[in-house]
């Protein structure tokens, strides 16, 4: 069965512009993470859903940053606009309802915003 | 709130040697998970191991152990004979009744041959 997988896996844009990740989660499963990870932050939670519902976003930085889930194999997290501070890996999870305290995680997307 | 400590910042060994990698977490849930995770220098997030507040049993796969004492409110994971594979970033973390999960800061291993 494939993994979480997440596009694009690099990602290079300047200050100013629009940024979309994208992440497939497993097939199945209901819960899906949006993470940062950065050097002086660590990792940390952004934003997850069940069922497609925003639960928690009280991780998103701020009002440049949305995601969405449209449907249960897809999501979206985008930054408008873009911030050289906005440079980091951004990591999709999912997990499993019945199993819901282990999350899978993405390749992840390494970000750089000059 | 919850917090995880990996103290140790950065660990290196030669090939063979075993390793113990600390974690240490604190939490008022009476009901948690914890978990460890390899990110190696390729980037993904691996999962290797989940437990729940109350299995305390030791956990043993192949090179790799577990010891979980919740008297001390530590997670510890031990490489037994290490290999240059495991050269990794290893994640503690924890999740409680939030199911918002706190990760340790990573503890950087470095297996040379």
């Known amino acids: 069965d494939a993994g979480v997988i997440q596009s694009p896996r690099h990602e290079v844009t300047e200050m100013g512009q629009e940024v979309t990740l994208r992440c497939k989660p497993i097939s199945g499963h209901d819960y899906l993470f949006w993470y940062r990870q950065t050097m002086m932050r660590g990792l940390e939670l952004l934003i997850y859903?069940?069922?497609?519902?925003?639960?928690?976003d009280s991780g998103m930085p701020e009002d440049r940053f949305s995601a969405k889930m449209p449907n249960a194999s897809f999501s979206t997290l985008k930054i408008q606009p873009s911030e050289p501070r906005d440079s980091a890996v951004y990591f999709c999870?999912?997990?499993?309802?019945?199993?819901?305290?282990?999350?899978?995680f993405g390749p992840g997307t390494r970000l750089l915003v000059l | 709130a919850q917090k995880v400590t990996q103290a140790q910042t950065e660990i290196s060994v030669v090939e063979k040697e075993d390793v113990t990698l600390d974690c240490v977490y604190e939490t008022r849930d009476t009901t948690y998970y914890l978990f460890w995770y390899k990110q190696p220098p390729s980037g993904e997030l691996v999962f290797l191991i989940r437990r729940n507040s109350f299995d305390e049993q030791n956990e043993i796969s192949g090179r790799y152990s577990w010891n979980f004492q919740k008297s001390t409110s530590s997670f510890n994971f031990t490489i037994t004979a290490s290999q240059v594979v495991d050269s990794a970033v290893y994640f503690c973390?924890?999740?409680?009744?939030?199911?918002?999960?706190?990760f340790g800061r990573g503890t950087s291993l470095i297996v040379h041959p």
């Open positions: 859903f069940n069922n497609n519902v925003p639960i928690d």
């Open positions: 973390a924890l999740l409680g009744g939030s199911y918002i999960p706190t």
């Open positions: 999870a999912s997990s499993l309802g019945t199993d819901q305290e282990t999350q899978y």
